[in-house]
């Protein structure tokens, strides 16, 4: 099945819909989300990408990352993704968006308005393996340190938010 991504200017008014894969070779601002579950200690929810992915696969990253579809709101599109890949859902609250550009090797770019979205969940995921490869809950001091270390462990796009979520907190 074809996926398409909402295209928005800077302001977040929809200009049209393109598939995903020629948005992201075209470098095309389009609308995105990212959902940060942390647990009751305060430890947050990572996925490692599946190693299948077209781009980053088998790279960690916050729970979850994607795109609504058209006339989807974003907020239910971040349910129904956290649903299908991490096997649950939770309570989720958005705290902020903004824009960001991540160009990879391989000619594809990452340019989203990025909606990010923070829940609590304590229980154990629920992984679809087409979509995530492994789950861990890491304190988001040991993240930063580690992404410090070992960036190339994690997605570009994860380190750019986790800075940008940091600065919100």
């Known amino acids: 099945m074809q996926e398409f991504v909402i295209l928005v200017d800077e302001h977040n008014n929809e200009i049209g819909l393109m598939e995903k894969l ?37 790279l960690w990253t916050n729970t979850c990352c994607s795109h609504p579809r058209a006339n989807e709101q974003t907020i239910d599109a971040a349910h129904r993704r956290l649903n299908e890949e991490m096997g649950f859902d939770c309570e989720l609250t958005e705290k902020f968006s903004f824009l960001y550009k991540a160009p990879f090797d391989n000619g594809l770019t990452e340019h989203e308005l990025d909606f990010i979205f923070v829940g609590e969940f304590n229980g154990i995921p629920n992984i679809n393996p087409e979509e995530v490869n492994d789950y861990s ?29 940091v600065s919100h907190l």
């Open 137 to 165: 809950w890491m304190m988001i001091e040991d993240i930063l340190l580690d992404a410090k270390q070992l960036p190339n462990k994690y997605t570009e796009w994860f380190k750019i938010i986790l800075n940008q979520y």
């Open 22 to 58: 020629e948005a992201h070779q075209k470098a095309l601002l389009h609308r995105a989300f990212s959902i940060f579950i942390l647990n009751s200690k305060g430890e947050l929810l990572l996925q490692q990408r599946a190693l299948n992915k077209y781009h980053s696969g088998g």
